[in-house]
């Protein structure tokens, strides 16, 4: 699940619903990309999904649409491995898109029965004013969680972002809530919970005069769980 590196994740699915927001202006041609993130730990949202994790991604974008594959393997066999496609839309800040999240912890990929599959269908909404963003998610079919009467919850996650720079790196602020009770995030919530307060920092790390690579670090507090993280990340 993201957002381009560990620090933004999370929507492209963790890559591509994240930086939604940046695409902004209408390409005259296809463009295509295609890396990977090296990360010490996959938190999502708040929440720890996994260990030291390979995360790659494919995408393309034209005149504001864009299409992306996400996913991420963990070095532990044990954690759980996922694929996420997002088909996203984005214009003068405004963006939209529905992502496809999939995990192999349950039903195999094409079971897309009602209570039979592992994945979770997510509409995000959101706008970039340039000194912030808002984001809106909200699963409205596959496994979603449940709330208090037993019900679909429509699980939501709401999140204000703001990019700065200082001391010669870029960095990012923010904080997530659940807006409404549901079992899908942070093992259960009663209601409105602020389950992520991050910030993140990125630089540029010189390997050779012509080759560097993009470094991150994120720390990450989910009052929610009282969980505290530290994530550190290589972009290839």
């Known amino acids: 699940m993201k957002t381009r590196h560990v620090h933004w994740k999370p929507a492209v699915m963790a890559l591509l619903a994240a930086t939604l927001p940046h695409m902004a202006t209408a390409q005259d041609k296809v463009e295509a990309s295609a890396g990977a993130d090296l990360v010490s730990g996959y938190i999502w949202r708040g929440q720890d999904l ?7 991604a494919l995408s393309l974008a034209y005149k504001g649409f864009s299409l992306g594959a996400w996913g ?3 070095i532990n066999r044990e954690d759980t491995k996922e694929l996420d496609l997002t088909l996203g839309y984005a214009t003068r800040g405004f963006s939209i ?3 496809d999240y999939w995990f192999d912890n ?11 599959t592992s994945h979770v269908l997510e509409a995000q909404v959101g706008y970039d004013f340039g000194v912030a963003a808002i984001n809106w998610y909200t699963n409205f079919a596959g496994n979603d969680g449940r709330n208090k009467d037993g ?3 429509y699980s939501s996650y709401v999140t204000l972002s703001a ?3 200082l001391g010669g790196l870029d960095w990012n602020a923010e904080v997530g809530a659940v807006p409404w009770a549901t079992d899908f995030y942070n093992g259960g919530t009663d209601g409105f919970a602020v389950c992520n307060v991050s910030l993140s920092a ?3 790390v010189r390997i050779t005069r012509q ?20 994530v550190v990340g290589l972009s290839l």
């Open 50 to 56: 996994g260990g030291v994790s390979i995360q790659p």
């Open 72 to 74: 991420s393997v963990g």
């Open 97 to 99: 898109a529905v992502t």
């Open 106 to 116: 349950g039903y195999g990929y094409f079971h897309y029965k009602a209570h039979q």
């Open 151 to 153: 019900d679909r919850a």
């Open 163 to 165: 990019p700065f720079r």
């Open 202 to 204: 990125e630089k540029a």
């Open 211 to 230: 080759f560097s690579l993009p470094l991150f670090a994120k720390a990450t507090w989910n009052p929610r769980t009282e969980g505290a993280y530290l």
